[in-house]
């Protein structure tokens, strides 16, 4: 592969910090890096998978069609570079797709198939956690990372990953917020209740909300749920209507 001049290096990265912001989009963040990987280093293609919940790899993107395929062929049978370097998470640096058929018997031959020579994978990590792969296919003879590509590829992953970790953290927060929102709106409506039937029946707030309790068990209804029909629609709750 050829030497990268600091100026496009440094281009690329700002190009994809960019995407880093309020409106993220996964899927074009994702595209990018993979474009960007494979010109930045004139290879043929680049293909990038990540974990799902259970651990298991998935395609995700992949800088052309061609590269899908083969991603995806190599997900069917279990064997290839994404994952041997998505389980070890180490990175799988200049292979020669003709002479790995002992290494992955399948995977190797239909890469080669699809016009590649050559093959590196790059574990997205972040500490001891591995979320994902960074394929990388060369398809001409001497198509080899040299010593300055590896860090250069390497740092693409860990910029990939640190997106998506932000990524996820954000949305794990949103889902926080939103579940506090729901809880706090949920209280309002709960204490308008206790308020409404405190009134009717002649009762402390205390008591009223102790019978809110036991007709939501009685009738297997959510408390919540209970509590809005009170503010909202309170004769369709007959055991609660009348004092």
């Known amino acids: 592969m050829g030497t990268v001049s600091a100026e496009r290096l440094s281009a ?7 995407t880093l912001v309020d409106e993220f989009d996964l899927f074009d963040f994702l595209h ?18 990540l974990a799902d919940e259970h651990g298991r790899l998935e395609f995700i993107a992949g800088s052309d069609e061609n590269v899908r395929l083969v991603e995806l062929f190599q997900l069917q049978n279990s ?14 640096i200049n292979v020669d797709l003709a002479a790995a058929t002992a290494r992955w018997p ?15 994978a ?3 990590r972040l500490r001891s956690q591995v979320i994902g792969a960074l394929n990388v296919f060369g ?11 590896v860090p250069i590829m390497q740092a693409l992953a860990d910029v990939a990953t640190i997106g998506l970790m932000q990524e996820r953290a954000i949305r794990r927060s949103e889902a926080l917020t939103e579940q ?10 709960i204490e308008q209740a206790k308020g409404a039937l405190a009134q009717i029946h002649n009762v402390t707030v205390d008591e009223a ?11 297997n209804r959510r408390l919540t749920e209970v509590a809005h029909l009170i503010v909202t629609d309170l004769p369709s709750l007959p055991g609660l209507a009348q004092p």
Request: glycine share 8%; with cysteine; net charge positive.
């Open 180 to 189: 506090l929102q729901g809880a706090l709106n949920s209280r309002i409506v």
């Open 12 to 18: 690329i990265f700002v190009e994809v910090a960019d």
């Open 209 to 219: 909300f102790n019978r809110i309790r036991a007709y939501a068990r009685s009738n």
């Open 106 to 120: 399948l995977f190797a031959p239909r890469a080669t198939a699809a016009g590649f020579r050559s093959v590196h």
């Open 32 to 49: 990018l890096l993979t474009d960007r990987a494979s010109s930045l280093v004139g290879a043929a293609a680049a293909g990038l998978m």
């Open 122 to 124: 790059f574990p997205l």
């Open 139 to 149: 398809d001409t003879r001497g198509g080899n990372f040299d010593d300055a590509d």
């Open 79 to 92: 064997q290839g570079p994404c994952l041997e370097a998505f389980r070890t998470g180490q990175s799988v």
